[in-house]
């Protein structure tokens, strides 16, 4: 079966400091990957997608990125982290090369930047 | 412009009793909905799926219902148990790789 491991579950930054967040999947190859980040309060902001190595799409301008060193392998990252980046981060994965299925969600990770 | 609108933000229901979640829709080519379901600081859990081509999906206490000429999905849990209570997010995609979302409804069961 298919598994999402997302890394660290909780994490606290101060504003300017850099940031990578980890996420990994196993039991399926070439998976859809994404990084929603949720705010308080409210509903799920995609950030990023990638339907295979080295491919990224952005949704939203801002201050991080997103990297796919490997199939199974996806990274947030931020040189500088602000304020306004506290939130919920959320990676997921959908089987790759179909559309309209489900996403799978990793635990999440909580940032809080001080 | 918010294509998926879950308008509840909160719902109260007696344990025992049916819970009905609304989500309606803006796009018409949207051809795919979901339904997940999300405890707090926890990601969301896929429920149930619909496709466009059908009306009425069931799995066990859950079922989805789509009425395509009303822009209209709802989620039906019965009989509700102490441990639905979470918050419903509702889920749409046009054949793409995204999700468009809504902004959730929280329910509460009440014992």
């Known amino acids: 079966s298919q598994t999402i491991h997302q890394w660290p579950a909780t994490l606290v930054q101060p504003v300017g400091s850099p940031l990578s967040l980890e996420c990994t999947v196993e039991?399926?190859?070439?998976?859809?990957l994404y990084w929603y980040r949720q705010a308080a309060g409210r509903g799920l902001q995609l950030l990023f997608y990638?339907?295979?190595?080295?491919?990224i799409s952005s949704e939203v301008p801002q201050n991080l990125s997103a990297s796919r060193p490997q199939d199974r392998q996806f990274i947030l990252s931020s040189k500088k982290l602000l304020l306004s980046d506290s939130g919920f981060y959320l990676c997921?994965?959908?089987?790759?090369?179909?559309?309209?299925?489900?996403?799978?969600f990793g635990d999440g990770t909580r940032l809080s930047i001080l | 412009d918010q294509q998926v609108k879950q308008n509840s933000p909160s719902l109260s229901v007696q344990e025992g009793r049916i819970s009905i979640l609304n989500c309606d829709y803006t796009?018409?080519?949207?051809?795919?909905f979901l339904w997940y379901k999300k405890y707090p600081a926890e990601g969301p859990t896929f429920l149930i799926s619909?496709?466009?081509i059908k009306d009425k999906n069931e799995d066990g206490r859950f079922t989805v219902f789509l009425n395509k000429s009303a822009k209209h999905l709802s989620l039906h849990i019965v009989p509700s148990q102490p441990g639905d209570s979470a918050v419903y997010f509702c889920?749409?995609?046009?054949?793409?790789?995204?999700?468009?979302w809504g902004a959730g409804t929280k329910l509460i069961i009440k014992p």
């Open positions: 796009n018409s080519m949207f051809d795919y």
């Open positions: 039991g399926t190859s070439n998976p859809n």
């Open positions: 990638s339907v295979g190595i080295g491919q």
């Open positions: 619909i496709s466009s």
């Open positions: 889920a749409a995609s046009d054949s793409n790789y995204q999700l468009i």
């Open positions: 997921a994965w959908s089987v790759g090369g179909l559309s309209n299925q489900p996403q799978h």
